[in-house]
C-alpha cells in the first residue's frame, strides 16, 4: 500500500508532463505511418506530411501554455496535409482550456480544413461534409467535458477552501468574544467584592483606635466577603473550563428588587453611605434586569474605588411600557486618591451591554463634583424618554466625558 501511495503521488506530480510525451509520441507515430503508406517510395508530399507532422506533433509540448498557436499550427498542417491527429490533440486541449469565441472560431476553420482536403474528389467530400462535424466536434465535446469538470472541481475546492477559512474565523471570533465576555464577567463579578474587602482594611488603616467589637465585625465581613468573591470565582472558572455557558446565562444573575437591595446594603456594611429607591417589578426581562443588576454593582464599585465611602443614591425605576431607568450618583469625595486600580473597562462594558438591551447611558460629573450614571433601558413597548436629565446635567455629562475620557474605569 506505501508502494502504490509513492507511484501515486510520483504519477500526480509528472502527469502533465507524461501525457506531453504520449501525445506527442502517438502524433508522431500516425505521421510516419501517414507519409509511408504510399506506394512506389517516398515522393515530395510524403516528406512534406513527414515535415509537417514533425513540427505540429512537437508544437504540442506547448499546447498548455499558447493552446490557441498551437491549434492554428495544426490546422494549418491539417490543410497542407492533411494532418488530423495533431489537430485533434490541438482541439482537445484548447477545449479544456478555454470554451469561447477562439475555440469556435478554431473548431470552425478545422472543420472547413478538413473538408477541403477532400476537394478534388466528389464523393469523397460530401463525406466529409457529414463526417467533419462527428469527427471534430468530438474531440471539442471531450475538451469542453474534461475542461468544465475541472473548473467545477476548482470551483467546488475554492468554495470548501473558503468555507473551512470563514469556519475557521467565525471560531476564533467565536473564541475571543467567549473570552472577552468571560473577563467581563469577572470583573463585574470579583471587583466589587474586591472593593468591599479594600474598604473595610482601609477604615480599619485609618481608625487604629477602634475597639475589639469594631476590629472583629470588620474581620468577619472582610472574611465573609472574600469567601464570596472565591465562590464567585470558582463559579466562573467552571463555566470556562466546561464551556456550557449560553450568552453568559451561566455567569450572572436574574437579579430581582430584593437582589438590588442586597448589594445596596453590602455596601452599606463597608460604611458607604448609601440611600436607595428601588422599584423594579419581579417580570422584568432577563437581559433587562442583569443588566440592571451590573449597573448598580459597576457603579458602586466605582464608588469604592475612587469616592472613598462618599455618599451615594441609588434609584431604579421601572414599568412595562415605560422602560428602566438607572441612576446612581455620588457627591464629591473627601479623598482624591484610589483605593484600587482600575482596569479602563468598567463603563466600557457598560456602555456595551446598555447597547445591548437597546438603551442608553450617560456618565459623566455632576455640578456638584460628584459623578453620575445614569441609563435607560427599554422594556416591551417602551419609548425612551425625551430629558431624562435636565438640560445643563446632560451638558455636563456629555462635555466633560469627552474632555475627560471618561477617566479610565470611571
Known amino acids: ?129 457529414f463526417t467533419g462535424p462527428f469527427l471534430v466536434g468530438t474531440w471539442i465535446a471531450i475538451g469542453a467535458y474534461i475542461g468544465a469538470r475541472r473548473d467545477l472541481m476548482a470551483s467546488l475546492r475554492d468554495r470548501a477552501e473558503r468555507a473551512e477559512a470563514e469556519r475557521e474565523l467565525r471560531s476564533e471570533q467565536a473564541r475571543l468574544g467567549e473570552r472577552a465576555r468571560i473577563a467581563q464577567e469577572m470583573h463585574d463579578v470579583l471587583a466589587h467584592k474586591v472593593s468591599l474587602i479594600a474598604l473595610h482594611a482601609g477604615g480599619l488603616e485609618v481608625n487604629p483606635s477602634v475597639g475589639p467589637d469594631k476590629v472583629e465585625g470588620s474581620a468577619r465581613l472582610i472574611r465573609e466577603t472574600a469567601r464570596q468573591a472565591m465562590e464567585d470565582l470558582r463559579e466562573v472558572l467552571g463555566v470556562l473550563r466546561s464551556d456550557i455557558s449560553v450568552d453568559g446565562a451561566d455567569l450572572t444573575p436574574v437579579p430581582k428588587a430584593s437582589d438590588l437591595e442586597r448589594l445596596i446594603m453590602a455596601s452599606r456594611d463597608a460604611g458607604v453611605a448609601v440611600g436607595y429607591d428601588v422599584a423594579l417589578p419581579d417580570d422584568v426581562p432577563v437581559s433587562v434586569g442583569r443588566t440592571v443588576y451590573r449597573l448598580v454593582q459597576e457603579s458602586l464599585t466605582n464608588v469604592h474605588k475612587h469616592a472613598r465611602s462618599a455618599a451615594t443614591d441609588v434609584q431604579v425605576h421601572g414599568a412595562r411600557g415605560e422602560g428602566v431607568t438607572v441612576r446612581v450618583t455620588n457627591v464629591r469625595p473627601v479623598a482624591a486618591g484610589s483605593l484600587l486600580p482600575g482596569a479602563g473597562a468598567g463603563l466600557v462594558g457598560l456602555r456595551e451591554r446598555v447597547q445591548l438591551v437597546g438603551g442608553r447611558l450617560w456618565t459623566g460629573p455632576t455640578t456638584e463634583g460628584g459623578w453620575r450614571v445614569e441609563a435607560w433601558l427599554p422594556w416591551a413597548d417602551s419609548r425612551e424618554p425625551s430629558d431624562p436629565l435636565l438640560p445643563d446635567q446632560v451638558e455636563a455629562l456629555h462635555g466633560d466625558a469627552v474632555s475627560h475620557g471618561e477617566e479610565g474605569e470611571r
Open 1 to 129: 500500500m506505501r508502494r502504490l501511495r509513492r507511484w501515486y503521488a510520483w504519477w500526480f506530480r509528472h502527469a502533465p508532463r507524461l501525457r506531453d510525451i504520449l501525445f506527442v509520441g502517438f502524433s508522431l507515430l500516425t505521421i510516419v505511418l501517414q507519409a509511408a503508406s504510399g506506394a512506389g517510395g517516398w515522393s515530395p508530399r510524403d516528406w512534406y506530411v513527414l515535415g509537417a507532422g514533425i513540427v505540429a506533433s512537437v508544437a504540442l509540448l506547448w499546447r498548455r501554455r499558447f493552446p490557441v498557436t498551437v491549434t492554428a499550427i495544426a490546422v494549418l498542417a491539417m490543410l497542407t496535409g492533411s494532418i488530423f491527429v495533431p489537430m485533434g490533440l490541438a482541439l482537445l486541449t484548447l477545449a479544456i482550456r478555454r470554451r469561447d469565441i477562439a475555440l469556435a472560431i478554431l473548431g470552425l476553420a478545422a472543420y472547413a480544413a478538413y473538408v477541403l482536403n477532400s476537394w478534388g474528389t466528389q464523393n469523397q467530400i460530401w463525406v466529409s461534409i
